[in-house]
């Protein structure tokens, strides 16, 4: 069980098992959000959030949901607007310790041109 957090706890993640690679990407959105996603299915992630609540920014094809803690404004994870369990929920590996940053293999995905990895 590995668990991650929002800056002031109140969005919490918390997934089974890592994923072996996490992805930095080039694009508009996540270029400035820095994230490093983990791919997971929305079945694998446990998202609690507190009383704080979460608001999403959406933009583009409007398939995707960017999910920040409405207090600290750190952006968690990121989900499919219309989301079943199998849809990709990424969470952001920047919530997690440092241990499990380490455990993981960081690629960089060129999501504003090639839209293909750069490794
Ligand atoms: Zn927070």
Not at 12 to 41: D, E, N, P
Not at 59 to 64: F, N, P, T
Not at 87 to 110: C, G, H, K, W
């Amino acid at each position: 069980m590995y668990e991650g957090q929002c800056h002031c706890g109140n969005v919490k993640l918390r997934v089974q098992q890592l994923t072996a690679t996490g992805t930095q990407c080039t694009c508009s959105i996540c270029a400035r959000y820095a994230a490093i996603w983990g791919y997971f299915t929305e079945a694998d992630v446990v998202v609690s959030i507190g009383e704080f609540g979460i608001s999403c920014y959406c933009h583009g094809d409007k398939l995707i949901n960017f999910n920040r803690c409405q207090q600290c404004g750190c952006v968690t994870h990121y989900t499919h607007t219309t989301p079943t369990p199998k849809t990709r929920l990424a969470v952001n590996y920047r919530m997690f310790p440092s241990e499990v940053l380490e455990q993981i293999t960081v690629r960089t995905f060129d999501g504003a041109k090639t839209w293909q990895y750069l490794d």
